[in-house]
């Protein structure tokens, strides 16, 4: 019997091995989402380490002492907060003296708003729509996996990489491995990580007493402020505003929301 090439057993080595990589996590079913979820950590894990970056934040970027901005994030946040059946933890807001128009929520029940944020929101029920959506984050473990993920690929490449050993064919791995894995898994998933959190968002919206339609208002706002080109959707980690605010219409339509 001939023996098989090794360009033939190399492909049959790497597969083994991210096999057993993805046969040592965790696959847990969320019901917020639907869907089962690879976890190799969960929030609860990261939650240490997002407080290490809560804590830089607080000490890199200027705090806002806007009463009446302050008040308003504690107030939508607090409602959302308690539509998203969070309400049996601690929170803490805080608004930040920054230009750019964003919000985040690390696990372990921290929100942060950036005052750039108040010049594209037009109302209470927009800016419960990009808390909403950030807190969905949150519910839908979306850290944890985007963790898992980065963690397996990492994991996988460099076994493959090894295997390949340093020539011609470990080398190509070595510099485009990165770059594939990124476009082919993590940045798509990312994508669908944003829808998610959207409707999730939405949801919350609803069950607060918010107008889930002022979401699609928003990413109009959004699209409009934005200056210069944006890159295609394919390598974005976000949807393109177009194909977010068309889910969003047809989510809605289909809760019978208004």
């Given at each position: 019997?001939?023996?098989?090439s ?6 049959a ?40 970056a809560?804590?830089e ?28 059946g969070l ?15 964003n ?53 996988g ?7 390949a050993?340093?020539?011609d ?5 070595g510099?485009?491995?990165?770059v ?17 959190a959207d409707r ?42 177009t194909?977010?605010?068309?889910e ?11």
């Amino acid at each position: 019997m001939r023996m098989r090439s090794r360009a033939l057993i190399r492909p049959a080595l790497l597969a083994a091995a991210l096999a057993a990589t993805a046969a040592t996590a965790g696959c847990a079913y969320n019901e917020a989402l639907g869907r089962n979820q690879f976890l190799l950590v969960d929030n609860a894990a990261l939650a240490q380490a997002a407080d290490q970056a809560w804590q830089e934040t607080l000490r890199k970027e200027k705090v806002s002492k806007d009463p009446e901005l302050n008040a308003r994030v504690q107030r939508v946040s607090s409602r959302l907060v308690q539509a998203a059946g969070l309400g049996n933890q601690t929170w803490t807001y805080v608004v930040f003296e920054d230009p750019t128009p964003n919000a985040f929520a690390l696990p372990g029940g921290k929100v942060g708003v950036n005052t750039g944020l108040f010049k594209v929101v037009k109302n209470d029920d927009q800016l419960a729509a990009v808390i909403g959506h950030e807190i969905g984050h949150n519910v839908a473990n979306h850290a944890a996996e985007r963790y898992s993920q980065t963690a397996a690929t990492q994991i996988g490449l460099g076994v493959a990489q090894g295997v390949a050993g340093q020539g011609d064919l470990g080398q190509a791995i070595g510099a485009y491995g990165g770059v594939g894995a990124q476009l082919g898994v993590l940045l798509p998933f990312s994508r669908k990580h944003e829808l998610e959190a959207d409707r999730l968002g939405v949801d919350y919206m609803h069950a607060a007493g918010y107008r889930p339609s002022e979401a699609i208002a928003l990413w109009r706002n959004m699209a409009a402020q934005r200056t210069g080109g944006s890159q295609p959707s394919f390598m974005s980690t976000h949807p393109s505003d177009t194909q977010r605010i068309a889910e969003l219409e047809a989510y809605i339509k289909s809760r019978g929301w208004s």
